[in-house]
Each structure stands twice: as structure tokens, then as C-alpha cells.
């Protein structure tokens, strides 16, 4: 659970330069001060009233230093030097020390962070992708690294050094005026502790939008991605309705609850506010008719409290901004908290080198291998194969039978409740995750393509291949002929999701991309399940080029997919229940068999 330290410790690389910024600026708002007491000197130096002992001495000092007269002259000289040096001479001193710092610090962290969350999505387990869209993810990190980039300047450059200025104000008119200086204290104070307080329980209902924002920009972004289906079922009023619905539910919190929130706090904390003007504008006015002070600190007392109580405003104002704010940061914490997968590779960059992962042979051996993504209910039971280097398997079996979580295990992206998967006799746990993942590649149903040209989406897995192998790797998949016919060859832009490509063309990118890895086992994954009869064919023929070269395993429902492999393994309800070759396996009265008659005789495979 992700807490308020958590936001503080968002900036802690840059502690220093912090404290640095923070007390510069907090150092200018209380210099800020000698403007309204200057002027009260100058005052009570016009209208010949006694002027404090510590401008007695600086006067007296500055007419040592010159040898001029101590007159009303250079009493008003030194006193508007002084108001020339907290103007003029501050202002670019200011800038520089101050607000650099203070956008230097929320910019860089904003990068550290955003590294931070990109590092976070490379980590996390694949279940949590099962149950977060990307809408969901994105929306969440982008929020909350905008929602902190803009709260550090405000808060550590605004609200910080305001207060130390009310702080600097308490102590000016406690010293002229003892009660008054009580007085304004204890109503800040009550002023600034009402107002904390409302923003709390308004922080509450934020968190609650939080939640409802999420929601709606995730079902967004499924629209976005599914927009084609959207279409094609003709269900555009009803998702307009359902974001309409989820729209007005926010639009409700926020009207209703929190902006309302926020009036009635602030009709409150304005009305006491200028009722303590008045108050101190009344003892100040009687303390000075008694003579208790002079004219000159009567108008300095009254203009600095005016001053401190203008400040309750913009107080309040970037409280109420950080207290909207506040979810959403919290919410990227929680994200940035979530732990990482046990499938996570490591990041850090090598010092030196990275050496080429040792080759296997391609030997595996799943040994009592026993897995469930709900350990009461397992999708694998006792699984018990041995698949020789350079040999061809084929797993198949009725949709959930656990074909493809065999898969996942053996790619680490869960690991068994019991048992192993050796490659080469060693346990793949062993083995260092991402070594070991760069001598394995794998073609899904779906090929994932990423928006750029087309040589960018082959090279992906190794960006250092050269366009001859590139080329090698395009003839053997059959993609050579699709890129002859392509406007810009192997430059063309195949556009988000590879929206510019046929189903088969991606399949054929996705053979070609894990061809030029070089791999020691190469899975095919229902490679050929979703293409109409011509693409699967070409693919076919790319995959025979293939079988022999090294370890290969292919899932597949079609069986004509299947029937050149060396091994057929049969799965039913996560259990091997038959294991040979196509003809073995026809000889058989099994499940196997009972899957060719119906494909043979055109029926669907359930």
C-alpha cells in the first residue's frame, strides 16, 4: 500500500538541490518582508516619529563609512538602498536559485521515474497483463508522473516558502505588538487546521474518482483496440451509452461531492479569514491611538498581517490542487510496488560485453511436471516427456487440454507447482532467464508487430543480423515473395499491430523474426490455426523447411499441421494420454484418431 512518504521519496535522488531551492526560496518570501517594514521606517522618518534601533545603527554605520551628516537625507538613502537591494538586486538571484532548481528537479525525476515504470511493465508477470488492459496501465503511469512533475515546483517553490513568510509575519508583529502577534497566530492556525481538515475527507471521495477515471479510460482503450469488432457488430450506441453512463457517474462525484467540497470549504475559510483582517485592524488601530506604537508600525503591522492572511488563499489553493493530485500519485506507487514476476529478466546493464548464451542441443525432459494458475485446480497433471535434440513434437489435443501452458512453463513465464523441465539435463530454474530465453523463440496464432518498417520488426530479436541473413531468413519463411510486392521492400511501414499485413504475412514475419535468433527450440503455436487454406500451405511449406534443423515444437488443432512430426503427444484434460507417430497413432482407437475422423469429415474441433 503506498503511502505519503512514498511521494517524498519520488524526489529523494535530488535531496540536496531540495533542500537547497526550498530554503532559498523560503529564505527570499521572509526577505520579502523588509519591503513593508522599510516602508514603515520611511514613514515614521517623514512624519518624524522615532525609527527602530537596529535602522539607528545601520544609519549610523553608513555614516561612519561616508563621513555624511546622520540627517532625514541619508536615513531615506539608506532605507530605499535597502528596499533596491530586496527588489532589484534579488529578483535574478532569485530566479536562478529558486525556480531552476525547483523544475530541474520535478523534470529529472520525472525521467528517473518514467524509466522506473517502463522498467516496472518489463518485470511484472504475465497474470497481471491478464487482469490490467494496456488503458488501464498507461493511463495510471502517465497520470501520476504528470500529477507529481507538477506538484514539486508548486509545493516545494510555493506552498513551503509561503509558509515560512506566515512564520517570518508572526514573528514581525509578535515583537511590535505581543497580543496582536497571539491574536493571528491562534486564528491561522484555527484558518489552516479547518481548512486541512476538509481536504482530507475531500481526498477520500478524489480517490474514489481515481478508481472511476480508471475504469473509463481502460474501456477506451478496448474500444481503440477493438474498434473493428465494435464495427462490425454494430454496437456503437451501446458503448456510447456505457461511457456516457460511466461519464455522468463522475461528473456526479466530482460536481456534486467534490467541487462542492471544496466551495463550502472555501466560503468558510475566506469568511474567518477577513473577519481576522478586521479584528487585527481594530487592535491595531486602538494600540496605536494609545500610543503603544507608532504610525510607522501601525501601517507595517496591518500590511504584513494583510499580506499573511492573502497568503491563507493560494495555501489553501495548492492544498486543494495536492489533494487532488494525491490519488492519482498514489496510485503510480501502488503500480511501481507491484512485485515482480519470477519470470523477470534482469535489467541492469553489463559492465561489459554480453557473451553469446551457450548453445544447447535442444534436449528437453519435462520430469513430473504438475501446474495449475490456481494451485487447487491444475491445468498440467504429472507430465512426464522426453524430446530429443533436432527432433519434431507435436502437442495436440482439445482446446484447454493444456497445450499451450506447457508452453508458458517451458519459457518460464510460470514455473511447475511440481516437478522440472531440464534442457540438456539442468534445471531450466537454474539458468540464468534471459540467457536462457535467447536460445528459445516461439511464432503464436497472433504474431505481436510493432509499428516501424518492416526490416525493424525482422531484426528484433537480433539487431545486429545481417541483411544477407535477413534475406536467408525471408526465403526460408517465404516471405521473400510478400516483400517483392511491398512498396518499399523491407522499409515499408507495417503500421500499428501490423495493421498493413494479412494475417498470414504476419505469420510469416513471426517464422523469419525467430529464424534470424538462431534458436535451439523453435515452438510453433497455432501457427497456422486462423489462416484461410493458401496461407497455410505457404506456411506449411516454410515450417518442413525448418523440421530437422533444430528442436521443434509444434501445437496445432488442424492435424494436416502435424502429420510429418517425429512425435505426436495427445493431451486431454492436462494429462498425456497418448504419445507416436501419425500412423501409430491412427492405428490406435484413441483420441487421436477420433480427432483426424472428425477434421477428415469437415466437423469442427471443440
Known sequence: MAKFRDILNYYRPYRSFAIFSIAAASFFEIVDLLVPYTIGQILNVLSGQPIDKVVQGAIALVANLTDLPQNQFLSLAVLVGLVFLVTVVRAPIEIWSTWWFHWSIALRSRR????????????????????????????????????????????????IPKLFRVMGIFVIILVIEWRIGLLFLVSFLFILGFSLKGLKQIMDQERRLDKYMENTQSRTSEIVTNIKTVKAFATEISELARQKQRLEREFKIVIYRIHLGYIKL??????????????????????????????????????????????????????????????????????????????AASLVMPSSPVATPNRFTGKLK??????????????????????????????????????????????????????????????????????????LAIVHQEVDVFNGT???????????????????????????????????G???????????????????????????????????????????????????????????????????HRLSTVREADKIVVLDRGEIVEVGSHAELLRREGIYRRLHSLQETGELLN
Request: proline share 4%; glycine share 8%.
Open 454 to 488: 518492416l526490416l525493424d520488426n525482422l531484426t528484433y530479436g537480433n539487431p545486429a543480423a545481417s541483411f544477407e541473413q535477413v534475406q536467408e531468413a525471408c526465403r526460408i519463411a517465404r516471405l521473400d515473395e510478400v516483400i517483392e510486392q511491398l512498396p518499399e
Open 490 to 556: 523491407y522499409y515499408t511501414i507495417v503500421g500499428e499491430r501490423g495493421v498493413r499485413l494479412s494475417g498470414g504475412q504476419r505469420q510469416r514475419l513471426g517464422i523469419a523474426r525467430s529464424l534470424l535468433v538462431d534458436p535451439d527450440v523453435l515452438i510453433f503455436d497455432e501457427a497456422t490455426s486462423s489462416l484461410d487454406y493458401e496461407s497455410e500451405r505457404s506456411i506449411q511449406l516454410a515450417m518442413r523447411s525448418i523440421l530437422g534443423t533444430r528442436t521443434t515444437i509444434i501445437i496445432a
Open 266 to 343: 472555501g466560503t468558510w475559510a475566506r469568511t474567518i479569514t477577513q473577519f481576522c483582517v478586521f479584528a487585527i485592524l481594530g487592535m491595531t488601530l486602538a494600540a496605536t491611538l494609545k500610543g503603544e506604537i507608532t504610525l510607522g508600525h501601525f501601517v507595517m503591522t496591518l500590511t504584513v498581517s494583510s499580506m499573511a492572511y492573502a497568503e491563507l488563499e493560494p495555501i489553501n489553493n495548492l492544498a486543494e490542487i495536492f489533494a487532488r493530485r494525491y490519488a492519482s500519485m498514489l496510485s503510480f506507487h501502488e503500480f511501481i510496488q507491484q512485485p515482480d514476476g519470477i519470470d
Open 366 to 439: 519435462f520430469s513430473n511436471v504438475t501446474f495449475g494458475y490456481d494451485s487447487k485446480r491444475p491445468v498440467l497433471r504429472n507430465i512426464n516427456l522426453l524430446i530429443e535434440p533436432y527432433q519434431t513434437v507435436a502437442l495436440v489435443g482439445r482446446s484447454g487440454s493444456g497445450k499451450s501452458t506447457l508452453v508458458k512453463l517451458l519459457f518460464r513465464y510460470f514455473e511447475p507447482n511440481q516437478g522440472q523441465i531440464l534442457i540438456d539435463g539442468e534445471d531450466i530454474r537454474r539458468l540464468d532467464v534471459a540467457n536462457y530465453r535467447r536460445r
Open 112 to 159: 528517473d521515474q518514467a524509466q522506473n515504470a517502463i522498467a516496472k511493465i518489463l518485470t511484472l508477470p504475465l497474470e497481471f497483463y491478464d487482469e490490467n488492459n494496456p488503458g488501464r496501465i498507461a493511463g495510471r503511469v502517465a497520470r501520476g508522473l504528470e500529477n507529481h512533475t507538477w506538484t514539486y515546483p508548486e509545493i516545494a517553490g510555493q506552498l
